[in-house]
């Protein structure tokens, strides 16, 4: 099949819990949100779901201080059953704008969509940053 895929990130700062974060982005887009277990939310937690076609993951610092505001991330990637009928070189389209729109109208405005120097220091990576 020749269908693009899709996927998006946002996040959210909260000193909310993992649990009431996922009960508000589950509101918002119309689903539920579970405990999810993998390597890829290590060292943090997260809740799981699904909607239009998407993996939904919602994650959170495991070992953040109760109370303490943290750094919550939502994203959306095609679910493994439809990718595996689309073209393998199908490109990507983020929608991200699309679903910070939402949550801005739906829940909170405080979600955003992260910026280069946020991503690189978390990944490691803030020594390729100028000056």
Do not use: N
Not at 5 to 25: G, P, W, Y
Not at 46 to 62: F, H, N, P, R
Not at 90 to 102: F, G, K, N
């Amino acid at each position: 099949m020749t269908a693009p895929k899709v996927s998006f990130q946002v996040r959210l700062r909260s000193a909310e819990t993992l649990a009431t974060i996922a009960a508000r982005v589950g509101a918002a887009l119309g689903c539920e949100l579970a405990p999810a277990f993998g390597h890829e939310f290590e060292p943090g937690e997260a809740m799981q779901g699904s909607a239009l076609g998407l993996v939904l993951d919602l994650i959170g610092e495991v070992d953040a201080e109760e109370g303490a505001e943290i750094t919550y991330v939502l994203r959306g990637l095609v679910r493994p059953d439809i990718e595996a009928e689309l073209d393998v070189d199908a490109p990507t389209i983020s929608i991200s704008e699309y679903v910070l729109a939402v949550l801005h109208v739906v829940d909170d405005d405080g979600w955003y969509i992260a910026d280069r120097t946020e991503l690189l220091a978390e990944a490691g990576l803030d020594d390729q940053l100028p000056g």
